[in-house]
């Protein structure tokens, strides 16, 4: 199975989180009559970036792209414990929305040059997809409330960015340049 299939996971995983434990931080949080600003903050972002998506990932790769923004994105996340002003977290959100952002629709263009090279296999690819969707948005949920229950809110938001931190990083160093996948 090609790394970056299994990259979603971490994706779907983090989107997930966000919905779980980001509406408790704007309702609980010092945010006040603004708390609807997080959740537009994390939303907002990832509908202007996309306009910008093909472009960054025509000259930095698809692969390359969903990875590297997605890591960018989990290294802002991971400093949401370390901040109280409502208006820096709404900030920070908003900078790791658009890392984020920016990482799914150049995930999905390496998912479609996937399909695209092995006709035969458009069913099992978009099905691996389907059930890493499933995946993340099943074990988000239930991770962020274990987490925010041990922890925190705040701090599980890090703890997240830390964990996809890290996967970014293991990514980076086995994931193959080419992937060529074998075609029977």
């Known amino acids: 199975m090609p790394r970056p299939l299994g990259r979603g996971v971490s994706f779907y995983i983090t989107d997930a989180f966000f919905w779980t434990i980001g509406p408790l931080i704007a309702e609980n949080g010092a945010f006040g009559r603004f708390g609807g600003l997080l959740m537009a903050a994390y939303s907002f972002p990832s509908l202007v970036i996309g306009w910008f998506v093909g472009s960054i990932a025509v000259r930095f790769g698809k692969k390359r792209t969903a990875l590297y923004s997605f890591f960018l994105g989990?290294?802002?996340?991971?400093?949401?414990a370390f901040l109280t002003n409502p208006m820096d977290i709404i900030l920070l959100v908003s900078l790791s929305s658009m890392c984020i952002g920016l990482s799914y629709p150049a995930l999905n263009g390496a998912y479609t040059d996937y399909i695209s090279e092995t006709q035969n296999y458009e069913k099992e690819i978009q099905s691996i997809i389907d059930l890493f969707?499933?995946?993340?948005?099943?074990?988000?949920?239930?991770?962020?409330?274990?987490?925010?229950?041990?922890?925190?809110?705040?701090?599980?938001?890090?703890?997240?960015g830390i964990f996809s931190v890290l996967t970014c990083v293991i990514l980076i160093f086995k994931m193959p340049k080419k992937i060529h996948l074998k075609v029977q």
């Open 74 to 80: 989990s290294c802002f996340l991971s400093l949401f």
């Open 133 to 160: 969707y499933n995946i993340g948005w099943m074990l988000g949920p239930m991770i962020a409330g274990i987490l925010a229950q041990g922890f925190g809110n705040a701090q599980s938001f890090s703890i997240l």
